[in-house]
């Protein structure tokens, strides 16, 4: 069993430092990209509040989509085409997007009613995108520049092992 119950954090800085060790300690030795994602998934959502959605979107090597990897929340779309909506507008720019209001962000695509910020932050190998992190909260402006920071940390830690 693993036991991950994030203490209480100084700051958000202090938050990230841990999700992204536990993470790391959760990865560990394991080889599959795609259980050490859906872990990843249900550890981000154990360490951070007020999220209604929170996963991967791969992009396979060649392709001109992201598909939809593993998450927790709402059933989602599937297939993103690069440079649409939030993620695919990260994946293709290379860029984090912290989008305050999702509603204001032309060509977001609405996979949960709910949401009303969001971040997608890319996941590089050997500089190249492999994937995007996901998350989506109800509250408006729900993430800022510590979260940003903190998930391209989560990202380049995990780039390896997904
Ligand atoms: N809102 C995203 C789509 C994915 S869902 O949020 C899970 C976007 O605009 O790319």
Redesign the pocket.
Known sequence: MFAFSPAAHADKPELYRDLVEAAQALTAGEADGVANMANLAALIWTFLPDLN?A?F?RLPAGSDELVLGP?I?KP??IR?ALG?????TAAATRTSQCVAD?HA?P??????AN?RS?L?VPVLRDGAVIAVI?L?SPSPARFDADDTAGIIALAKAIAPVI
């Open positions: 959605w996963g979107y998450f929340g989602a779309c993103i649409t909506g939030v993620c695919g999702v962000f060509g977001h695509i609405a996979c949960d949401s969001e997608v996901d989506d």
